[in-house]
């Protein structure tokens, strides 16, 4: 058992950073020495916030209620949750496609004064009466946590109420976190605290835990899978369109992994420590090395590692020729990266599938996972600029401005205004994973750079919306130290 | 109390960035949590000159909610009005600052004096929607920016209508409803919209009067106009779609404004003459009756279900099923709204009903004997209730996800040639 338990602020872990201007050389070298310093931004853009991770990870549970114990806006966007939901429902070949059950309490200005425990409690009632779940998850907000409202009290009164439906609240408030994957954290904390609830249950022979993010397509899933089925396991594919019956096979497993660096990371580990299960940490699989690296990874934790060898052999023989074609196209490319944790560092290892060479990075936070890959890509690629930042288009222009990139790699939109042609590598839609998902990625990226009519036509058109002075100042100029 | 909300169909007060988001050049500065923004904005349509992640903010953390955000605040006014190309910069709270109790007028006064106006609305998620949050960023140019004039321009008018982004139809109808008004000889003016701004903000004091074109979102606008600045108004609650309503409303403006009643004759006949060489086109498609049922259901933002229902019934003969108005309508408005519903031609009258719990709506839709396949015209939440009663679903009000909409619009004579090709475009390309 840990000593401390871990509070779903990502945080809290001594060495994490999330505001940083520097150089894959200087970072690495800085971190080695322990020089790295907790900062701030005295102006900055908005960022993402971990409710909407909360509530991603999970919304595509069979038989629940979502409840955002929050005023009308925290949901506003939940729209892009109901179309991800529903296509993917669509791919996996559902007919009667539903929309997620999702309720607000609406909490206004009497609950601010008085507290909003009436307003949870008529939500619950209706969600039982209504819906009949097996689960309903209780998400907190900045103005919940704030007006001190004991969501885990109330839902332990609920639960007695209503003993078939198990109540799940999850300490997600906005404000207690800058990076959005705390988010998934306090998800997986509440899994592990009100379903799992530390039982040992009988072990399933073979059978491993693949946790998938919301992000992550039909397409790649099944990639994962057939993958995983060539070492001979059975896979636990949570949370992502499973059930509480799913959740609960949890500690059934002998093995787990995860397809995106920071989702379920810091469970796997809970999973370890709660329940003896061994797991494997490593990267996203987008390219053939990260691609390797984690399949490496998980046939190791189970004792595979000869029999993956040949199956790597295999893939690279099939897949290596096409994507040497992919090279051909791509060689020499200067690219700039902006992206999540998981994603960005894949992308900059996946680039060097293709011989691009990187020239600019853009992630959320720093901390020792992230060591181990710029220590990676300082071996393959020269110095390259490193700006830790969750988007922050500001700094990202006035970088990619000066540096003048072949290619972007992230959410497209502002470099594309100066006239960068742009690809990405999220698409919870298509394929973007494993050996085959490469090729499927490679084509489009090689596709979507062999055109940059429409980046072109734009910058040509219109302006960011930033004066002329700030590019000629200092990207990190108002990164300011002794933040917290 | 605020209602619970069962698939909600509105957003926070804060969500009125999207209001300032649609004035040309102008800026929303977000005192509020991290991520505030990205959730208020739409999934299109989104990546304007300013767009949610462009906004600053203050991104308030567990320090600010003990401490206070001020100096966050300031610092990120201060700094926004030098990296930023803006005209104006409007800073709207969320509900931690207004839990917190930062003074946030007091930081913003301190930018009085800077080169490009810096002006405040509270906006907290917790006080209302955004139809709130809407009323009060208009209250705030009014308030902060705008000063009374007694030069008034001769046929000047500043017309109002819903809310920009919550209405899909925001950007065409506003340009339809300029377009309708200057056929008449007067001269629009509004703020929303490309190439409209800070220059047309600064006309609203010189106006000879106010239109609203809304069943009720920012009549409280008009009355704080006609107190403040001395701008009388009129109030047309029907969303003119389609013939009968347009023509109505081409002569209750033109008699307000004093136009000739033989100009506003004319105007009127040579769009029913175009409008009525469409339809006969068509005519077999309305008549033979087999494409689509006779009854439907809208579920909408009043000027919609509204305007909607009018249309159909008036002008292509349908039969209102039930009605839902969805945006929350403040209860001093309804009764008004519904009387609306009952002036149907030929003593048709429709049961009207404000609720906002999407629930209790499918319920009702589900239990409604619709004679066949029912028409449903509402938000994405009932595209999955229509498809199980095998019906026509037309996405119009929010949320969006089945439609694209760039200028497109549904005012006017050729809005309503528009809705007229959306419902049968989903008609025809259906197998019912």
């Known amino acids: 058992m840990a000593s401390v338990q871990y509070s779903g602020v990502r945080e809290s872990k001594p060495g994490r950073l999330n505001d940083l201007g520097t150089t894959g050389k200087q970072v690495e070298e800085n971190y080695k020495k322990g020089c790295l310093k907790r900062a701030d931004r005295s102006f900055a853009q908005g960022l993402q916030c971990q409710q909407i991770n909360s509530m991603a990870a999970l919304m595509s549970l069979e038989d629940s209620v979502f409840i955002s114990h929050s005023p009308q806006g925290c949901v506003g966007c939940s729209i892009m949750a109901v179309d991800m939901y529903r296509v993917g429902q669509a791919h996996r070949g559902i007919k009667n496609i539903k929309n997620p059950r999702l309720i607000v309490t609406n909490l206004d200005q009497k609950s601010v004064v008085f507290g909003g425990e009436t307003k949870l409690r008529e939500a619950v009632k209706r969600a039982v009466e209504r819906y009949n779940p097996k689960l309903a998850f209780i998400y907190a907000s900045c103005a919940s946590g704030i007006i001190g409202d004991d969501i885990d009290a109330i839902s332990a009164s609920l639960q007695s109420e209503y003993p078939d439906t198990l109540i799940v609240p999850i300490h997600c408030e906005g404000f207690k976190s800058k990076i959005c994957a705390s988010g998934f954290d306090a998800a997986f904390i509440s899994i592990n605290k009100y379903i799992l609830k530390k039982q040992k249950v009988e072990k399933e022979k073979g059978l491993v835990n693949l946790f998938a993010p919301t992000t992550v397509s039909y397409a790649d899933q099944k990639e994962m899978e057939r993958m995983l089925s060539l070492l001979g396991v059975k896979v636990n594919y949570i949370p992502f369109y499973s059930s509480l019956e799913k959740i609960k096979k949890i500690p059934a497993a002998e093995a787990s992994t995860s397809i995106c660096k920071v989702f379920a990371d810091e469970f796997m580990h809970t999973l370890w420590e709660d329940y003896q299960i061994p797991y494997s940490h490593t990267v996203m699989p987008i390219g053939i090395r990260n691609t390797d690296k984690w399949y490496r990874g998980i046939a190791k934790v189970l004792g595979k590692e000869e029999e993956v060898e040949k199956i790597i052999e295999k893939e690279h023989e099939r897949i290596e020729p096409l994507v040497k074609k992919l090279r051909e196209r791509l060689q020499g490319t200067r690219v700039f990266i902006c992206g999540g944790t998981g994603r960005s560092f894949a992308a900059a290892a996946l680039i060097d599938d293709f011989g691009m060479e990187l020239v600019g990075l853009e992630t959320p936070t720093y901390d020792d996972d992230a060591q181990v890959d710029i220590e990676y890509l300082n071996g393959i690629h020269k110095d390259f600029v490193v700006d830790i930042a969750n988007m922050q288009p500001f700094e990202q222009v006035n970088l990619v401005n000066k540096l003048r990139p072949d290619a972007f790699i992230g959410v497209p939109e502002w470099a594309a205004k100066l006239g960068i042609p742009t690809t990405h590598v999220l698409d919870g839609k298509r394929p973007t994973m494993g050996y085959d998902g490469l090729l499927f990625l490679g084509n489009k990226i090689a596709a979507q750079l062999q055109n940059p009519g429409f980046n072109k036509k734009l910058a040509a058109h219109v302006k960011l919306p930033y004066k002329d002075s700030w590019y000629k100042e200092d990207a990190f100029k108002y990164i300011t130290e002794g933040g917290n | ?432």
């Open chain 2, 1 to 432: 109390m605020a209602k619970l909300l069962d698939k909600q169909r509105y957003k926070c007060a804060l969500a009125a960035m999207q209001t300032v988001q649609a004035i040309e050049r102008a800026l929303p500065v977000l005192h509020s949590g991290p991520g505030c923004a990205q959730k208020l904005s739409e999934s299109t349509g989104s990546s304007g000159y300013f767009s949610p992640n462009i906004f600053p903010c203050t991104s308030i953390n567990e320090k600010d909610v003990v401490f206070g955000g001020v100096k966050k605040l300031n610092s990120t006014i201060e700094n926004a009005l030098k990296v930023v190309d803006a005209d104006l910069y409007v800073v709207l709270t969320g509900c931690i600052p207004e839990i917190v109790g930062d003074d946030t007028g007091e930081v913003v006064s301190r930018f009085a004096d800077s080169e490009k106006p810096v002006i405040y609305a509270p906006t907290a998620g917790f006080k209302g929607n955004n139809f709130k949050g809407h009323e009060q960023v208009v209250d705030a140019i009014i308030d902060q920016y705008l000063k009374k004039s007694d030069q008034k321009e001769k046929g000047l008018i500043n017309i109002w209508a819903d809310v920009p982004y919550q209405d899909l139809f925001w950007l065409g109808n506003i340009r339809q409803l300029e377009k309708l008004i200057s056929e008449l000889g007067l001269t629009p003016n509004t703020i929303f919209g490309y190439k409209r701004g800070i220059k047309n903000i600064d006309k609203i004091p010189h106006a000879e009067f106010n239109l609203l074109v809304s069943p009720w979102v920012g009549l409280s606008n008009m009355k704080k106009m006609e107190r403040k600045l001395g701008i009388p108004y009129l109030h047309y609650n029907t969303l003119p779609i389609g013939a009968t309503e347009t023509s109505k409303f081409l002569r209750e403006v033109g008699k307000f404004a004093g136009v000739d009643e033989a100009k506003v004759e004319a105007v009127i006949k040579e769009h029913e003459d175009y409008y009525y060489y469409l339809i006969e086109r068509y005519a077999d498609l309305f008549l033979e009756n087999r494409v689509i049922n006779k009854q439907f259901t809208v579920v909408a933002d009043a000027q919609y279900t509204l305007g909607i229902t009018k249309f159909l019934v008036n002008d292509l003969g349908l039969v209102p099923a039930k009605q839902f108005i969805v945006d929350d309508t403040p209860k001093n408005y309804r009764d008004q709204i519904t009387e609306e519903f009952k002036k149907l031609n030929f003593g048709i009258e429709a049961e009207v009903s404000f609720e906002t719990d999407g629930y209790k709506i499918h319920e009702e839709i589900k239990n409604h004997d619709y004679h066949g396949y029912p028409l449903v015209l509402g938000g994405y939440y009932e595209k999955e209730v229509t498809e199980n009663l095998k019906g026509n679903f037309l996405n119009v009000s929010w949320p969006v996800q089945d439609k694209v909409v760039f200028d497109s619009f549904y005012v006017g004579y050729e809005g309503g040639i528009r809705l007229i090709e959306d419902i049968y475009t989903v008609a025809v390309s259906r197998f019912n």
